[in-house]
């Protein structure tokens, strides 16, 4: 039979299989664990036995003694570690006493309360778990994937830096000083220390502001330690490149297939490390992408100049110790020579001036041996210097104190060992000299010109040439399609570039000849050469040592011809004519590689020739010759139309229609420097060109010169008889911001603005700012031609306001009577109009008013508002009739008040001031 038991901590009650009697059970309610006693104990509830008969009247029982009480033992006491839940455990296990088990007995409907013998008491041993490890991130309120990644961050900074330190010192060429060395190294150190700073300082708080902005937006919670959570997420794309740049192969394909999976794997970071939804990471995943790529592009530009700037101070300081350092060892070498010692030196076996022992003296030193040593290291030193790009005078001026000494000497020295070596580097060093070139002109350059050839143009080359233009006495012809230089209008100086250039051009120029002495070019192909070229005012050509002079006439002139390569490695040729007392120049070169350019200069240069008698020159910078290319520099060509305007004017009006944008332009700019009266009427046919800059131009300039003619109302007719749709507008709103200053220009526009509201312009585009100009400008004829169109019924609302709007202007009966027809259908529109039309509203306000007293229809009370809100505007004495009516009138409450209103502003507006007494 079932058993029943009930829990004897929260009393619920149980039904349990008659086998469990004894056995420890727990409540599924509280967890508690007891004994299911069986009946007739008190550790539980049994089933009931058969109904018994009533019971007897109760008798009272005889005092008995108290039962005793066995008290538990105490329990021990739980440190501040002790796990609370190990009771239970142990309770489980059977190895503590079970709880109190006295209560309550039920059996059936009759109840007996019995006392439950004393449980003997279980000793048992507490025992409390092993204290459990904190995770410390988690203390920090960090995920388990930020420290890793930070982690990462820094030793892949580390390697980088250890990389690139190898670097500076693998890289280093033999001879490079250590202190040279060591400046490359803290520049490493700098670069990489600061890009690690703005890493925490620049992207990471970018990083949280695009969280940030996100949790605002999706309306989530940022968790803590929000900042180190960031740093994460923005090293995760750092790790992931340097890791692949370190660790993977030069492998563009796997590269390329790592970045873009960082996309991927900044997601996951970024959703894992703030714990996000799919949702809220995509946003925020969104403006950390943004965020991130502004930060690293700050922080690598930042990083890039502090760098820059560290490699600066660390160059600069290891060249100053480098300096100091050399500077100090000649020191010591002279004073070695001279025989003295440097400050503070101290020979041995002399007492310091701290006392103590003194050192035993040293052997004595040879003066003579000393000074032979001084001078053959002075004599290896210099003849180790490098003297490819010296001349032979400065090195003999560089050499005469050494050689002083040397034959000074040579006497007290001769019998010593270290002469012999001493007197074959000297030498040595004397044949070097002498084999070296010289630094004097070349003498055959003080000698006329021999000539070989003469430089003549072929007969079927010149067909490829320009027309001749005029340089001093000269004439030339310049290659067809080359480019003038125009920012050298220096009459001394001309020079040209081809069609298509990539480096080649050729100039022509004209030279004093500051020495008369010389009659041919000096051909310099060593740099120290130069000094002595200006020193005594020679002409001269730097070209290497392959260049190649030939000797002839050109244009009746001795003449030199120079072909090889500069000191820039541009291929050049160069003719040298001499004049008298110039040099006539003219240098072909070339960067590039095109031959064809390159040989059609050298043959302009072969046309050279002297101006005949009585012939005219021709200026190539005259301005019908350089007009047509102020596009490409408007800057030059300007300058030189405006050194003559009389013949600019007509070539710049005919550029203000050029099909080029730049041209017309830079034409447009110079209108006020070269257009006259005369030239005038011709441009004010441009004040309407499609061009705004050029339209602009002309405007500006006709205001300037015809003031009283072109004022702002002739330049807004100018756009309103155009087609352009959005300038036509523009006039129109122009319009209704001015006054009209005659009839007959109020007329004029009138008519414009009624054709366009009439036609509906622009497709209705231009009505309205046409209908508001209109109210302003109104026409003796704009009532007669719109008040008709009104009459329609069935007009379309945005018509019918435009030309409730255009015809307000009007100020007549007519017109009054005929917008006063709208009220009940656009009272909101018609009021405003007809109280802008003044005092001819109000009879036509007054009637109608009398008309819509009695309207009980939808549209009396709006007509009865209208007028009497007209009327509070423009009405005058002989409204107070209709409005005090309209006042008494209780069935319109609105109108009522408003009529109240409107009597008490027409009593103030028609008062008379008070007069003061006399």
Known sequence: MPLLVQCVNCQRRYSLDEKSAGKKVKCKECGTVFVAQAAGQSAGLTSAPPASPPPAAPRVAPRTAAPTIQTPPPRPRMEENDDPFAAMSLLEAGTAPPPETSGPMYSGAAMSVRQAPAAPATPYTFAPPPRKRTNTTKSLGLDSLTPILLLCFFVGLA??????????????????????????????????????????????????????????????????????????????????????????????????????????????????????MIGEALVAYGFTCVFFVVGIVVSITMSGIVAAAGIVQSTADAQRAINAEQEQKRDQELADLRGSRPPGYRPSGTPSSGGGATEPPPPPVDPMETRAQSLQRRLEAF????????????????????????????????????????????????????????????????????????????????????????????????????????????????????????????????????????????????????????????????????????????????????????????????????????????????????????????????????????????????????????????????????????????????????????????????LPFVISDKGLPQVESMASHADDHVAGAVRALLKKMKPGAFDEVAEVLLDMKGTDTFKRKAAFERLAKMSPPNDKRRNEVATILEDTIIQEKGFGFEAEAAANALAAWPGDKTSARLAPLLNDPKLFPSRRDNLLTAISGSKDKLTVNIVMKWMPLAPEKVTPILIRMGPIAEDEAIRQLNIYFTNNTEDGPKVRAGCVAILTEVGSMKSMEVLGRASRDKRDVVTQEAAKQAIDNIKARTAKPATKPG
């Open 159 to 276: 390697v980088v830096l250890y990389m690139g330190l190898t670097h500076v010192t693998d890289k280093a060429e033999p001879g490079t000083h250590p202190l040279e060395i060591k400046a490359a190294k803290n520049a490493v150190w700098i670069m990489v220390i600061t890009f690690a700073v703005s890493h925490f300082v620049i992207v990471a708080p970018l990083v949280l502001l695009a969280v940030f902005i996100a949790s605002k937006i999706m309306k989530f919670e940022l968790p803590g330690a929000g900042y180190m959570r960031a740093a994460g997420v923005g090293a995760l794309p750092l790790v992931v490149l340097l890791g692949s740049d370190i660790l993977l192969p030069a492998n563009m394909a796997l590269r390329l297939i790592l970045l873009v999976s960082i996309l991927a794997l900044a997601f996951y970071a970024l959703k894992n490390i703030f714990e996000l």
């Open 383 to 670: 003849d180790a210097r490098n003297l490819d790009n010296a001349g032979r005078e400065s090195v003999e001026r560089d050499f005469a104190t050494l050689r002083a000494e040397v034959a000074s000497a040579t006497g007290p020295l001769r019998a010593r060992p270290e002469w012999g070596s001493i007197d074959q580097l000297h030498k040595s060093i004397l044949q070097k000299i002498n084999a070296l070139p010289t630094e004097q002109p070349d003498p055959q350059i003080f000698k006329p010109v021999v000539a070989d050839t003469e430089f003549a143009p072929p007969a079927n080359g010149v067909a490829a040439l320009g027309e001749e233009v005029s340089f001093g006495k000269y004439f030339i012809r310049p290659a067809a399609d080359a480019r003038m230089d125009l920012r050298t209008s220096n009459p001394s100086r001309y020079q040209w570039t081809a069609g298509q250039s990539r480096g080649e051009s050729f100039s022509l120029s004209s030279v004093p000849r500051k020495n008369d002495r010389q009659l041919r070019p000096w051909l310099l192909t060593r740099p120290f050469q130069r000094t002595a070229a200006e020193r005594d005012g020679l002409y001269y050509v730097e070209a290497n040592a392959n260049a190649k002079s030939t000797y002839g006439t050109l244009g009746g002139l001795p003449a030199t011809k120079l072909e090889g390569e500069s000191a820039l490695g541009q291929r050049f040729v160069e003719y040298i004519l001499l004049d008298g007392s110039n040099w006539i120049v003219m240098r072909s070169q070339s960067r590039g590689d095109d031959l064809q350019a390159y040989d059609l200069f050298d043959l302009s240069a072969r046309t050279l020739r002297p101006q005949r008698a009585g012939e005219p020159p021709v200026d190539p910078f005259a301005p019908e010759r350089v007009a047509d290319r102020i596009g490409e520099d408007a800057e030059a060509v300007s300058a030189i139309l405006r050194k003559n305007p009389v013949v600019a004017e007509p070539i710049v009006i005919r550029l203000l229609s050029s099909a080029d944008m730049r041209t017309r332009r830079a034409a447009a700019d110079l």
